[in-house]
């Protein structure tokens, strides 16, 4: 499994770890949301097409 | 050090991107392209003042859909509509690429281009495989269920397809097991928004044709997205180890 594979390497010392996962998980899911999810017709226009190649609900 | 894992993921989110444009433009978007010549009639989706740029993407419609408000822009056919969806793959690409990398910081997992692989893999299938059960991949004009439902399925499927995977990879024990299964399975019992009639003006040769392009496109997408991510977080892993050591 794979939880078995504790990191020699940690990436980030502790204190760090989480804010920075935070701040990836809510600046990623944001930039998501403009790109593949906004109702804004200037954004829905512009993203058209990745928003049905990634198979985003798009209409 | 912040600062230096963030750029990592953002290099691969632009590599991805580049590379799901690519790949996109092999099958993907002509298939989009030739949907929207069967496209007619006014969009009767479940939210107002969708208009879809007709000015700019002639649609072969001859402007069937212009009527009741004023068109919102949209990028010209051609270069310039090439240029935004290149600009939207890169942007998802880093999407994508922070929201992994959150999940494998939070997990403390031995990183490496292998392991990157493993979570790509586990990227499409809760970004891509468990919604797509729900809600098949769409073309212009074919129908389909009230938008703001589907967006909200689509966010609790993704939510739970990854709790369950979750449980299955870091927790031990039956009943972790179960509650995973059900999680990953819970919002199809449920059932995604469905349309009310099925009937579109869509070839079904080409919606199938689409359903097979997106999968394989996506697939590679997350592929490319994993390694290379694991590959930039593990080089970034040594160089931390070997200042520390220094």
Redesign the interface.
């Known amino acids: 499994m794979l939880a078995t594979n504790r990191s020699d390497l940690t990436l980030l010392e502790t204190g760090k770890l989480v804010p920075t996962a935070i701040f990836a998980a809510l600046f990623g899911s944001m930039l998501l949301y403009f790109v593949a999810f906004a109702h804004s017709d200037i954004l829905h226009n512009a993203a058209h097409d990745v928003r049905h190649a990634i198979v985003a609900p798009c209409h | 050090?912040?600062i230096r894992?963030?750029l990592a993921?953002i290099f691969a989110g632009v590599i991805a991107g580049a590379f799901?444009s690519a790949a996109?433009s092999y099958r993907?978007?002509p298939l989009?392209l030739q949907a929207e010549t069967y496209e007619t009639g006014g969009?009767s989706?479940g939210?107002e003042?969708?208009?879809?740029?007709d000015a700019?993407?002639a649609h072969g419609s001859e402007g069937a859909e212009v009527g009741e408000e004023a068109e919102?822009?949209?990028?010209g056919d051609g270069f310039e509509?090439t240029f935004?969806?290149v600009?939207?793959?890169l942007?998802?690409g880093?999407?994508?690429?922070?929201?992994l990398?959150?999940?494998?910081?939070?997990?403390?997992?031995?990183?490496s281009f292998k392991?990157g692989l493993?979570w790509g893999v586990c990227g499409f299938v809760v970004?891509?495989l468990a919604?797509?059960l729900g809600?098949p991949?769409?073309?212009?004009g074919m129908v389909?269920g009230d938008?703001q439902a589907?967006?909200w399925w689509?966010l609790a499927t993704v939510i739970c397809t990854a709790g369950g995977l979750w449980l299955f990879?870091?927790?031990?024990g039956i009943g972790w097991m179960v509650a995973g299964l059900v999680l990953i399975v819970a919002p199809h019992i449920y059932g995604a928004p469905q349309p009310d009639t099925i009937e579109s003006a869509v070839p079904a040769n080409l919606a199938a044709e689409f359903a097979t392009a997106?999968m394989v496109?996506?697939a590679l997408?997350w592929l490319v997205l994993g390694g290379s991510l694991g590959w930039l977080?593990?080089r970034?892993?040594?160089q931390?180890?070997e200042t520390e050591q220094a």
């Open positions: 050090m912040l894992v963030l993921a799901a996109q993907v978007i989009i969009h989706h939210f003042g969708h208009s879809h740029g700019g993407h919102a822009w949209g990028p509509r935004y969806s600009i939207s793959n942007l998802v880093v999407a994508f690429s922070m929201i990398t959150a999940g494998i910081l939070i997990a403390r997992q031995k990183i392991s493993v970004f891509v919604p797509n809600l991949p769409e073309l212009p389909a938008l589907r967006q689509w990879a870091f927790k031990s997106t496109a996506s997408f977080l593990a970034q892993a040594q931390q180890s």
